[in-house]
């Protein structure tokens, strides 16, 4: 797991507390996760319930940075994946895009759907989403607007961005390529 000795996780609304909540409630068997059966073993078995493998999915390669560059209006400028714990239970692409003369950056989540209810659980500010996915509600971590979004039986999506109307182009297109 990829984490500085400088970030604090206390607060609810930093982007790792999401994650660590994830981890938590998959470690102590909640979420509606079958009981842990040992360390690992577990949870990859909590990843094939998601009928996805996420600790397989690239998702800089599923959703392509030109794509989201495009999709925001700007000029890709990076991105970067990375897979959290090394159980596969949440993976990611972090995109940098110029629009004008600002660079924003764009990230998008993919976590087994069973922890979309947990995670819309631990969020302080909902406000519910109609027209993408499945299920999906709206919120702030810091100042990026986050677009959490449930395809059943799939995968949880969480999308953020400085805009709402980028978070969901965002959500948008990555939920176009699964």
Do not use: N
Request: glycine share 10%.
């Amino acid at each position: 797991m990829r984490l500085s000795s400088s970030v604090h996780f206390a607060s609810p609304r930093h982007p790792w507390s999401r994650l660590v909540l994830t981890l938590a409630l998959v470690a102590a068997g909640g979420a509606g996760a079958a009981p842990a059966a040992r360390g690992q073993e577990a949870a990859d078995a909590s990843v094939r319930l998601a009928g996805r493998d996420l600790a397989a999915l690239d998702v800089c390669a599923l959703v392509p940075g030109d794509a989201v560059a495009t999709a925001l209006g700007g000029t890709l400028e990076g991105a970067t994946g990375s897979t959290y714990s090394g159980s596969g239970l949440a993976t990611d692409c972090a995109y940098t895009v110029r629009v004008g003369r600002r660079t924003m950056v764009a990230l998008v989540f993919f976590y087994p759907p069973q922890h979309f209810a947990a995670m819309r659980q631990g969020e302080a500010v909902l406000e519910p989403v109609t027209g993408v996915g499945d299920e999906a509600y709206w919120s702030m971590i810091g100042s990026m607007h986050q677009l959490t979004v449930l395809k059943r039986g799939d995968v949880t999506l969480d999308a953020r961005a400085a805009t709402q109307r980028d978070a969901r182009r965002l959500a948008e297109l990555a939920l176009s390529r699964l």
